[in-house]
């Protein structure tokens, strides 16, 4: 066994695990994103397993004693390591894994690593266990990211499958040289086994690559999300700022763009204003006159067409503006409003009204149409009073 060859690899996947967890926690601080942080503690755990194999090499690379001393830990971070992987690729998934499921498998890994490293008599034992170990669970991960789709991971899959297959084929060379002997092994096999913690760290690169990519894309997508949401938001506070608060129906806001399609095809406007409103409010309360302006305004709505636009165009007046309502049918609806009135008279004082009329034609101006409407109104308003 080339011992040198052993160092300068374990060496470089140390260097590597502590690079690598470096630059998880300054990018965990500068995005503040919370599912990094288990990325972070899980290459710190990686960096602690292998400074525990670094150990033994510098140490005493033959003793027995100090492969019991450090079997333990090795084996206890390299299982957290590999659970936190599992752990922060599931926390990008569509299920990530409950708190329940969390502590089964955080006490899954104390009684593995302990059994395990009771087991464990030989580097080749220790060698077989954890490629074996992981290659089960990153090669697996890495398959079942691949065939669910989860959104975002494929590098990630990639990065879990290649350090799957390293360690099947590590598990495999430590299984081989057990069975024959390191003395009765292929030159190949034996540089590949020293060299294996530097190919693991090509791997874990990747897998870390993998993280940064899907990270990104799946702020990507939220920032595409909230952008959605934020236009939607958007049209429905431009709707509502259109809407009158007390009655419901539109205010003058939304009037501009009413005129400009009536305009389009011509249309008949209502101009409507209650009769002794400011008398309704001095006597009876402000709270009684809201209420009456809502009954006016439901009984507009109830009694014209739905394709008819209720306009609430200053305190007690409000706006009528319909397509193709035939002069008879004006009156008729006219009149409905003034039977429903009548009919949902409730204990507050009842309710009357002026209306004009007035006709948009085609290409007409809108503004002249309204104020024509409204003369029309003031002269019906005299003429009742002068009735009276």
């Known amino acids: 066994m080339d011992v040198q060859l052993w160092r300068w690899s374990t060496a470089v996947q140390v260097l590597s695990a502590l690079l690598i967890a470096l630059f998880f926690l300054v990018l965990s601080r500068s995005t503040q994103r919370a599912e990094l942080r288990v990325w972070v503690f899980a290459w710190c755990a990686n960096f602690l397993a292998m400074s525990a194999t670094m150990v033994h090499w510098l140490r005493a690379p033959q003793s027995d004693a100090l492969l019991i001393a450090v079997r333990f830990p090795y084996i206890l971070f390299k299982s957290i390591f590999v659970f936190l992987l599992i752990v922060g690729a599931m926390n990008f998934g569509r299920r990530p894994p409950t708190h329940r499921a969390l502590v089964r498998m955080a006490v899954a890994i104390v009684l593995y690593s302990v059994i395990a490293g009771l087991l464990v008599e030989s580097i080749d ?19 079942y990211m691949t065939v669910t789709r989860q959104p975002s991971c ?17 598990s495999a060379a430590h299984a081989t040289r057990m069975v024959m002997g390191p003395d009765a092994m292929d030159g190949a096999v034996s540089i590949f086994v020293a060299m294996s913690s530097s190919f693991d760290a090509g791997a874990e690169w990747l897998i870390a690559l993998g993280c940064v990519l899907t990270l990104y894309d799946t702020i990507g997508n939220e920032l595409s999300r909230t952008n959605t949401d934020l236009e939607v938001t958007k049209e429905e506070l431009r709707i509502l700022s259109h809407r009158d608060p007390l009655t419901g129906v539109f205010n003058r806001r939304r009037l501009p763009d009413i005129m400009h399609d009536s305009r389009l095809t011509g249309a008949t406007i209502l101009f409507f204003d209650l009769d002794d409103f400011k008398d309704i409010n001095d006597i009876h309360g402000h709270h009684v006159g809201d209420e009456a302006l809502r009954r006016f305004a439901r009984v507009l709505q109830s009694s014209f067409r739905p394709s008819d636009h209720v306009i609430r165009y200053a305190g007690d007046e409000f706006l009528v503006v319909g397509q193709g309502i035939e002069q008879v049918d004006v009156r008729e609806r006219i009149g409905g409003v003034r039977d429903s009135l009548q009919r ?4 507050g004082p009842p309710i009357s009204f002026a209306v004009g009329e007035a006709y948009l034609p085609v290409g007409g101006d809108p503004e002249a149409a309204i104020r024509a409407a409204d003369a029309a109104m003031y002269r019906r308003k005299g003429e009742a009073k002068r009735g009276a």
């Open 125 to 143: 034992m220790l060698g077989v266990l954890v490629g074996a170990t992981i290659a089960l669970t990153l090669g697996g991960m890495g398959l």
């Open 154 to 170: 494929g590098w990630l899959a990639v990065g879990f499958a290649m350090r799957g297959g390293l360690g099947l084929a590590e």
């Open 344 to 347: 949902e008279r409730t204990d």
